[in-house]
């Protein structure tokens, strides 16, 4: 079946600029998760979420990152006023649900702030 | 909270030859150790995966051990090929926090 699926696969932006980045997780798939992944580093955490609700957003780096989820499918992952630090690529995983339950990763979106 | 830390960061071996990843956490709470391959510009992909119930697991060429007093885990490739170089990942978490932490990660070269 069809794995995680993410857009744009490159984003290129001016500094100050929004952007917003989608994931749709594998079909049934209960939980969603945010990672980013800096050039020749390992993966962050940035926020998951069971359903539509974000039990922890914990690793969103300001106010200017948010997320949401809609329909227990679709999520988008804004960032607001971008920053040359933004710069990185930006993963989406989904489960089929909690506890430990294996994550499978999209290709990501390569985001590069100028 | 949780840290990960993997060694080597890079590692070369000859083709036919094994390899082995190591990593050690800080959580003793952990109970879920998931390895990840990821070749240049493609996505994680999960290989091989363990639980804190097991101490070994293997899959083919590929097998993870776990020690939990020691609070490390390693992977092992054995009769490597020139398709095993990538950069490999390992992670952990633990029941009620979703989120995986990653190690650094290692750059697996094979030479023909």
Redesign the interface.
Known sequence: GAG?SQSPSNKVTEKGKDVELRCDPISGHT?L?W?RQRL??????LI?F?GNSA??KS?LPSDRFSAERTGESVSTLTIQRTQQEDSAVY?CASSQG???Q???????TRLSIL | GENVE?HPSTLSVQEGDSAVIKCTYSDSAS??F?W?KQELG?????II?I?SNVGEKKDQRIAVTLNKTAKHFSLHITETQPEDSAVY?C?A?K???????????TRLTINP
Request: cysteine-free; glycine content about 16%.
């Open positions: 995680v939980a998760y990672y020749g580093q390992g993966l962050e955490f998951y069971q039990p922890d690793g993963l909690l506890n430990n294996p994550q499978h990763f999209g290709d990501g | 993997q109970n879920y998931p990840y493609k996505r994680p992909q999960l995966d639980r990942f992670a978490t029941q009620g926090a979703q989120k995986l932490v990653f190690g650094q990660g």
